[in-house]
Nanobody
Framework: QVQLVESGGGLVQAGGSLRLSCAASGRPSNNYVMSWFRQAPGKDRTFVAAISRTGYNTRYADSVKGRVTISRDNTKNTVNLQMNTLKPEDTAVYYC?????????????????WGQGTQVTVSS
């Protein structure tokens, strides 16, 4: 199994940028599809971005496409989420997740391992 720890959240003004990181320990992260999800207060957890085991393929939610980039460094067992042009509606707790599936699934049910989350707050 793998343990995930997120970092990099914080408070930023609308239009600003943040870079979230997820550090994986235990089983090497290249055994997993890695994704980011987010959950706003009172709302369901939703998919943000996913990256394949090799890093060659990515997938994004329509709401963040063009503003967010997911990347991974398998030599360091890290996954990053660069978020630009942030909007108040991006405010949420952001979770890193790992799946043993091959496909870049957007369903949270496909993910076996989760981090504790990091808060992102975007002020208007």
């Amino acid at each position: 199994q793998v343990q995930l720890v997120e970092s990099g959240g914080g408070l930023v003004q609308a239009g600003g940028s943040l870079r979230l990181s997820c550090a994986a320990s235990g089983r090497p992260s290249n055994n997993y599809v890695m994704s980011w999800f987010r959950q706003a207060p009172g709302k369901d957890r939703t998919f943000v971005a996913a990256i394949s085991r090799t890093g060659y393929n990515t997938r994004y939610a329509d709401s963040v496409k063009g503003r967010v980039t997911i990347s991974r460094d398998n030599t360091k067992n890290t996954v990053n989420l660069q978020m630009n042009t942030l909007k108040p509606e991006d405010t949420a707790v952001y979770y890193c997740a790992a799946s043993t599936e091959v496909a870049l699934t957007t369903s949270s049910y496909a993910y076996d391992y989760w981090g504790q989350g990091t808060q992102v707050t975007v002020s208007s």
